[in-house]
């Protein structure tokens, strides 16, 4: 069983950054792709980012791409969402996910099998 704690959300202003982070315990951290996903009031879980198993290889929504980067520390069984130039329309609950087969989807939230708590992004002035 693969524990996820998210941590760092908050208020910002439009054209600021936060760092989100998530926490990893039981299993075999490395085992797992880690995944970000957000949810925004009366809309769907949506994809933001992932990242494989080693961290060489990551994953963007088009609506972050450029804005957000992923990374992961498999040392310290962490993954982090950086969000910069965030805009009103990021404002979301955020939820760190893990999946362990490597093949399927990156992108569907059916893929992944833990979930964290979610912590809440608030982008607004």
């Known amino acids: 069983q693969v524990h996820l704690v998210e941590s760092g959300g908050g208020l910002v202003q439009p054209g600021g950054s936060l760092r989100l982070s998530c926490a990893a315990s039981g299993g075999t951290f490395s085992d797992y792709t880690m995944g970000w996903f957000r949810q925004a009031p009366g809309k769907e879980r949506e994809f933001v980012a992932a990242i494989n198993r080693s961290g060489g290889r990551t994953y963007y929504a088009d609506s972050v791409k450029d804005r957000f980067t992923i990374s992961r520390d498999n040392a310290e069984n962490t993954v982090d969402l950086q969000m910069n130039s965030l805009k009103p329309e990021d404002t979301a609950v955020y939820y760190c996910?893990?999946?362990?087969?490597?093949?399927?989807?990156?992108?569907?939230?059916?893929?992944?099998?833990?979930w964290g708590q979610g912590t809440q992004v608030t982008v607004s002035s």
């Open positions: 996910a893990s999946k362990r087969d490597p093949y399927s989807s990156k992108t569907y939230y059916s893929s992944y099998d833990y």
